[in-house]
């Protein structure tokens, strides 16, 4: 831990990564010229998306200024992830009794006072990067190549359903017919 002149201070502090959904990255150099036309002609450069392996952590140099947003963007930018930062959210682990608790940490914190407050020992305070549960879905936090994913995933499905509803009108329809030509009609 360093401390400036102004009163600001600079330390390091190690965020623990336990994200369940895959991370993208930018296209490799070599892919850039490579690049792939979809259906209507545009060009859509590829991305490589990947699973992190369990208990990565990360250590980052940062100071008492540095907000959790930050955090978060600066360790995007240290994997160079493209993912949108708002997918993420950093937060409080605390360990007591054999019992753990995690906490969202708000934007607006400092996670290196937090860290300096709670000490040296991971077990009384550690910092843990997932992915954001707000419970309502950020649209603008996925790309237009995503949400294009997500449209033709909703696609399929809305057919599929409308398959099966068609299906058991015509079978319905059928079944009436049949039992309708059975009847016999005074005459």
Known sequence: MVVNKDGSYTG??????????PISLPPSESLCAAQEEDQ???HMK????????????????I???????????ALLNKFTVVDNPAKFALFERVE?????????MPDDEF?????????????????VLKENETGEVNWDAFSSPELCNFLRILKREEEEHVRQIVK??????DTIKQAVARITTPG
């Open 12 to 21: 390091f502090i190690k965020v623990h990564f336990q994200l369940a959904r």
């Open 46 to 61: 590829r991305r490589t998306s990947f699973y992190l392996p369990k208990d990565t952590a990360k250590h980052l140099h």
């Open 40 to 42: 209507q002609g545009r």
């Open 63 to 73: 100071s008492s200024q540095t907000r959790v947003r930050e955090v978060i963007e």
């Open 168 to 173: 058991r009108y015509s079978l319905a329809r």
């Open 96 to 104: 007591r009794h054999s019992q753990v608790y995690m906490r969202k």
């Open 111 to 127: 996670p290196l006072y937090l860290r300096l407050c709670a000490g040296p020992s991971e077990k009384v305070l550690s910092l």
